[in-house]
């Protein structure tokens, strides 16, 4: 199986900064990574596709980046709404496989 | 508007069986593939399986962790997926997500997900 590797499980931040979340792949996955926001008793939401491609009606603050192993999501100004957990999934293989989340906390 | 609904979980014991649905609206359900995915209490998202459409004849794929035990089937005309659970234990505890991928030639993301049923074993 792919294990997916978020380095940090939290990160502390402030409405306005710039904050990036990193993501590591066991093997190379190419392009084949998902960036999904998860919010407290809330359905989770899609946010990137293909490593870099952000989804139907997700603002241009988030964006994805990274090919191969190693990918990051950075939003570029954090928003009082984008406080939530976020994971990366990769798609290439079967089994599906997730990171263990990134909590952005206030 | 187009959303998934699940429904079927509650509190069963071990070794007991549960069915859970996911019922989509607002869109050609037919021509997704269709995912299960679950989130133990506390903690992150684990893949349970897929069920792809009438196109690739319904096929399936499963987490080990399942296979053998939990049977996804889809009725189309309903709009509906299902998850057969069998010989339940204190490991599947957690909310279940369906989820479906993008119809869009070659890709393979999620684009939609439900709110979840919590399933108690």
């Known amino acids: 199986d792919i294990q997916m590797t978020q380095s940090a499980s939290s990160l502390s931040a402030s409405v306005g900064d710039r904050v990036s979340i990193t993501c590591r792949a066991s093997q190379v996955i190419f392009d084949s990574l998902a960036w999904i926001q998860q919010k407290p008793g809330e359905a989770p939401k899609s946010l990137i596709y293909d490593a870099s491609n952000l989804q139907s009606g997700v603002p241009s603050r988030f964006r994805g980046s990274g090919s191969g192993t190693d990918f990051t999501l950075t939003i570029s100004s954090l928003q009082p709404e984008d406080f939530a957990t976020y994971y990366c999934q990769q798609y290439k293989t079967f089994p599906l496989t997730f990171g263990g989340g990134t909590k952005v906390e206030i | ?121």
């Open chain 2, 1 to 121: 508007e187009m959303q998934l609904v699940e429904s079927g979980g509650g509190l069963v014991q071990s070794g007991e069986s549960l069915r859970l649905s996911c019922e989509g609206s607002g869109f050609i359900f037919g021509a997704h593939y269709m995912d299960w995915v679950r989130q133990a209490p506390g903690k992150g998202l684990e893949w349970v399986g897929r069920i792809e459409n009438r196109g690739q004849r319904f096929n399936t794929e499963y987490a080990a962790s399942v296979r053998g035990r939990f049977t996804i089937s889809r009725d189309d005309s309903k709009m509906s997926i299902y998850l057969q659970m069998r010989r339940l234990t204190t490991a599947d505890t957690a909310v279940y997500f369906c989820a479906r991928l993008s119809a869009v030639p070659r890709r393979y993301d999620f684009d939609l997900w439900g709110l979840g049923t919590l399933v108690t074993v």
